[in-house]
């Protein structure tokens, strides 16, 4: 599972569900691929998207793809828990 709480910036995320491909590239940057792949996926392979606002949280579930945006200036740690 994967929960984000969103600590005095704005986040916008995407998201794919697991039965989906996802269109990132690891070696991009969310900014680059939002520039350069985004406006170029048909509606129907867009992912999920939503913006979290300061003190709130997203819970998104197992094997669900996801790229974050900081749309301020911020730090994130991340970590993966097996």
């Known amino acids: 599972i994967g929960v984000s709480p969103s600590r005095g910036v704005f986040?916008?995320?995407?998201?794919?569900p697991p039965d989906k491909t996802p269109h990132f590239?690891?070696?991009e940057t969310t900014l680059a691929w939002l520039y350069r792949t985004y406006p170029t996926l048909p509606p129907a392979e867009?992912?999920?998207e939503?913006?979290?606002r300061p003190g709130e949280v997203l819970y998104f579930p197992d094997r669900w793809w996801h790229a974050t945006l900081n749309l301020d200036t911020s730090v994130f740690i991340s970590t993966f828990l097996g």
């Open 50 to 52: 939503c913006t979290l």
């Open 46 to 48: 867009r992912p999920l």
């Open 25 to 27: 590239h690891p070696n």
């Open 11 to 16: 986040q916008r995320w995407f998201l794919y």
